[in-house]
């Protein structure tokens, strides 16, 4: 039985692997349409989500099956219910991919107001994020969280100096151009949700291989 429980197991974190390239390819894809001003990209994000949705029911389904075929206890527990949380956590980060396509659609056809420069260094970071935030889940590595969690400092810089530019040398100096500031201060804001949600994997991840809670406690990182 412990065969299979391994093998069953396996299976799960492939899923969890693959939903996890589909929201990051939603995330680039959200933001490659804002660059490109590519409508049907951004559509392609939006209508793509309902496949991730699916997604996050079969393996919420496989790991409450899982706790109820094996009643499984210590560290085996603490992987299933790690997946569960990871699960839901990738799949608010594909609603927030859409959450940028949708803001996206609201400003395709008007003139853009700056050069993107900082929102796609943020959605790297993002996107790197979410890689990191997997793969330490996948090869119980704590060191790759806890980069992870360093990481959000340098996404919380991108988020302020995005805001602050839209502000201070565009809204505040040109009232006209709030609209199109605002679409953009929300998607950088979107973008920062993101990286929370990783942070949040991280923690859980940390959590299942060592049961130390390091939420709340950032001196515990290291």
Do not use: W
């Not at 608010?92 to 700056?114: F, G, M, N, S, Y």
């Not at 959000?152 to 100096?173: G, V």
Request: aromatic share 4%; net charge negative.
């Amino acid at each position: 039985m412990q065969r299979y429980f391994e093998n069953e197991l396996k299976d799960l974190s492939q899923d969890i692997l693959r939903m996890g390239i589909l929201t990051e390819e939603a995330i680039f894809k959200s933001v490659e349409a804002l660059k490109n001003r590519d409508k049907g990209l951004a559509q392609n994000v939006i209508d793509n989500d309902t496949i991730i949705d699916n997604m996050e029911l079969c393996i919420d389904e496989k790991c409450v099956d899982f706790i109820a075929r094996y009643q499984p206890m210590a560290k085996d527990l603490r992987v299933i219910t790690t997946g569960m949380k990871i699960n839901n956590e990738l799949e608010r980060i594909a609603d927030i991919a859409v959450d940028i396509a949708q803001r996206t659609l609201e400003i395709v056809d008007k003139p853009i107001l700056k050069p993107l420069i900082d929102i796609p260094k943020l959605t790297i970071v993002a996107q790197e994020m979410v890689k990191m935030s997997i793969d330490s889940f996948i090869k119980n590595d704590i060191e790759m969280a806890k980069n992870v969690l360093r990481a959000d400092n340098e996404a919380d810089r991108l988020r302020n100096l995005i805001q602050k530019e839209l502000i201070e040398d565009y809204m505040s100096k040109d009232a006209s151009t709030a609209p199109r500031a605002v679409q953009l201060l929300l998607i950088a804001r979107f973008l920062e949700r993101i990286c929370d949600h990783t942070t949040n994997i991280a923690e859980d991840v940390i959590y299942m291989v060592q049961a130390e809670v390091v939420k709340h406690h950032p001196e515990r990182i290291g």
